[in-house]
């Protein structure tokens, strides 16, 4: 039977694909269109190719010092890699053909200096070229990602020192529960940027770890200098196991693990904005630059900015879910799977890089009503406040909280604010109620009753800001 014509999607790749490989030797024919399209990697990781480059000429350096090279050589490909990340930064990824990005950059140094570009690859495999690539590539992007943290960290921190002297209710279950101040509010959403920051700082560490020299699993067969590119690269450590190395993408999910713990912790802030935005609380309202208004009903002014953050949240856990989804069923060594990692990693960072300024700037121009946030407070709010009282006097807590319940129900039922009971009412639950209640003071006495460290009293939250001024001030990596 004769064999039927070859389908468009079975067919060999474009000769420009084609024309620079770093494999295909035992191949008679090159890869179909299909394979070529889902095995090209460049649209995603063309954006490595500054990393590419100078773990290129850490590797040049190396395998001068072990005697591949000439002097010449040496010199003559530390050039033409200096011009290949010319024709980068001038655009020369856009639009190529190539496989990735080490082939692209491979390619272009044949194009500048000739076979001797044919060198530059002993001793090295993609293996270990891409996961050192990625490694220099995250270090970058942590950093500004710290930096970014730091900027809406400090801008909460400044905006809850201008509103320590605002109370309004503080809420549990979605309750009011107790007054406090509304720098203090703030404050609870600045310390998770803290431990953000630290989680950050500690993956640095083991991103930090320099895979370069580890060929395709076994090792290079060159002995080259692996604390000397560790030092060029400005790596921490090297791995000490090359087939761990490889294969190893603990860094991008720990990295991820923190990107959607950021996103997270945006998303409760951004939730309890969106609520005090909103007509029926009307605590806060957004500037003009970051609301937006509707198509339809002109009296709108939605905010958008902290929906979206919310919603972005869910995007950074599917990237964290899709990568350790991806990690969980491999061996050993590297796997074209990982391949993966790259657009989850990117997307990642791009999508906080996107959520952090634009919360940074809602934050910064966000107005506070005062006189919302003191009217919304309620007598009911001083509930413990009574029961504090009683055990003063000497009645056991779970007793007091019981009559003071029994206050609350009493007040519910006369229709009257908890700290207008009558005095012969409470003292028919309990003697020391009458007395509690004349003693409760103002919402200010209230709020500093609650002066343990931590607690929104003035000392306390001038405290906060003093250790958040200090954790905020310090950027970059390290």
């Given at each position: 039977?004769?064999?039927?014509?070859?389908?468009?999607?079975h067919?060999?790749?474009?000769s420009?694909?084609?024309?620079?490989?770093?494999?295909?030797?035992?191949?008679?024919?090159?890869?179909?269109?299909?394979?070529?399209?889902?095995?090209?990697?460049?649209p995603?990781?063309?954006?490595?190719?500054?990393?590419?480059?100078?773990?290129?000429?850490?590797?040049?350096?190396?395998?001068?010092?072990?005697g591949?090279?000439?002097p010449?050589?040496?010199?003559?490909?530390l050039?033409?890699?200096?011009?290949?990340?010319?024709r980068?930064?001038?655009?020369?990824?856009?639009?190529?053909?190539d496989?990735?990005v080490?082939?692209?950059?491979?390619?272009?140094?044949?194009?500048?200096?000739?076979?001797?570009?044919?060198?530059?690859?002993?001793?090295?495999?993609?293996?270990?070229?891409?996961?050192?690539?990625?490694?220099?590539?995250?270090?970058?992007?942590?950093?500004?990602?710290?930096?970014?943290?730091?900027?809406?960290?400090?801008?909460?921190?400044?905006?809850?020192?201008e509103?320590?002297?605002l109370?309004?209710?503080?809420?549990?279950?979605?309750?009011?529960?107790?007054?406090?101040?509304?720098?203090?509010?703030?404050?609870?959403?600045?310390?998770?940027?803290?431990?953000?920051?630290?989680?950050?700082?500690?993956?640095?560490?083991?991103?930090?770890?320099?895979?370069?020299?580890s060929?395709?699993?076994?090792?290079?067969?060159?002995?080259?200098?692996?604390?000397?590119?560790?030092?060029?690269?400005?790596?921490?450590?090297?791995?000490?196991?090359?087939?761990?190395?490889?294969?190893?993408?603990?860094?991008?999910a720990?990295?991820?693990?923190?990107?959607?713990?950021?996103?997270?912790?945006?998303?409760?802030?951004?939730a309890?904005?969106v609520?005090?935005?909103?007509?029926?609380?009307?605590?806060?309202?957004?500037?003009?630059?970051?609301?937006?208004?509707?198509s339809?009903?002109?009296?709108?002014?939605?905010?958008?900015?902290?929906?979206?953050a919310?919603?972005?949240?869910?995007?950074?856990?599917?990237?964290?879910v899709?990568?350790?989804?991806?990690?969980?069923?491999?061996?050993?060594g590297?796997?074209?799977?990982?391949?993966?990692?790259?657009?989850?990693?990117?997307?990642?960072?791009?999508?906080?890089?996107?959520?952090?300024?634009?919360?940074?700037?809602?934050?910064?121009t966000?107005?506070?009503?005062?006189?919302?946030?003191?009217?919304?407070?309620d007598?009911?709010?001083?509930?413990?406040?009574?029961?504090?009282?009683?055990?003063?006097?000497?009645?056991?807590?779970?007793?007091?909280?019981?009559?003071?319940?029994?206050?609350?129900?009493?007040?519910?039922?006369?229709?009257?604010?908890?700290?207008?009971?009558?005095?012969?009412v409470?003292?028919?639950?309990?003697?020391?109620?009458?007395?509690?209640?004349?003693?409760?003071?103002?919402?200010?006495?209230?709020?500093?009753?609650?002066?343990?460290p931590?607690?929104?009293?003035?000392?306390?939250?001038?405290?906060?800001?003093?250790?958040?001024?200090?954790?905020f001030?310090?950027?970059?990596?390290?």
């Open positions: 039977m004769a064999r039927p014509p070859e389908t468009e999607s067919t060999t790749a474009p420009p694909a084609a024309a620079h490989q770093m494999w295909g030797g035992r191949f008679t024919l090159g890869p179909s269109q299909a394979l070529d399209a889902l095995n090209r990697s460049l995603v990781d063309h954006r490595l190719w500054p990393q590419d480059v100078a773990a290129s000429k850490a590797w040049v350096h190396a395998l001068g010092r072990v591949v090279l000439t010449a050589e040496e010199t003559q490909l050039d033409g890699l200096d011009h290949v990340a010319e980068l930064a001038d655009g020369a990824a856009v639009g190529a053909a496989e990735d080490h082939t692209l950059v491979e390619r272009l140094l044949y194009e500048e200096v000739g076979a001797v570009a044919g060198k530059l690859h002993t001793g090295r495999s993609r293996n270990d070229q891409v996961a050192t690539d990625l490694r220099l590539w995250t270090l970058d992007a942590i950093d500004q990602i710290d930096r970014e943290l730091a900027l809406l960290g400090r801008s909460l921190t400044a905006r809850a020192a509103g320590i002297d109370l309004l209710p503080g809420y549990t279950h979605g309750q009011r529960a107790q007054p406090v101040r509304w720098g203090y509010v703030l404050l609870a959403h600045a310390w998770p940027l803290v431990r953000d920051r630290q989680r950050f700082a500690d993956a640095r560490r083991r991103v930090a770890e320099l895979p370069l020299g060929g395709a699993l076994a090792g290079s067969g060159f002995a080259v200098d692996r604390v000397l590119l560790k030092e060029a690269l400005g790596f921490r450590s090297v791995s000490a196991n090359a087939l761990d190395a490889t294969g190893d993408r603990d860094f991008v720990e990295v991820a693990f923190a990107l959607a713990l950021v996103g997270t912790h945006l998303s409760r802030l951004a309890e904005l609520l005090y935005s909103s007509a029926e609380f009307g605590f806060v309202r957004l500037g003009d630059e970051f609301s937006t208004g509707s339809l009903l002109p009296q709108k002014r939605n905010p958008d900015v902290f929906e979206l919310r919603a972005k949240s869910g995007r950074l856990l599917g990237d964290l899709a990568l350790l989804t991806t990690l969980k069923g491999l061996p050993a590297y796997s074209k799977d990982l391949q993966e990692d790259k657009a989850l990693l990117f997307d990642a960072f791009d999508t906080l890089g996107l959520v952090l300024p634009a919360t940074t700037g809602a934050i910064e966000l107005s506070v009503d005062a006189d919302r946030m003191r009217a919304a407070l007598a009911s709010l001083r509930a413990t406040d009574l029961a504090d009282l009683l055990v003063e006097s000497g009645v056991p807590f779970r007793e007091s909280h019981r009559l003071v319940g029994r206050l609350v129900r009493e007040a519910e039922h006369a229709g009257v604010p908890l700290d207008r009971v009558p005095g012969p409470a003292a028919a639950i309990h003697p020391g109620l009458g007395a509690a209640l004349a003693q409760l003071g103002t919402w200010e006495d209230s709020v500093e009753s609650r002066a343990t931590g607690g929104a009293s003035r000392a306390s939250v001038l405290s906060q800001l003093e250790s958040l001024r200090a954790a001030a310090a950027t970059g990596g390290s």
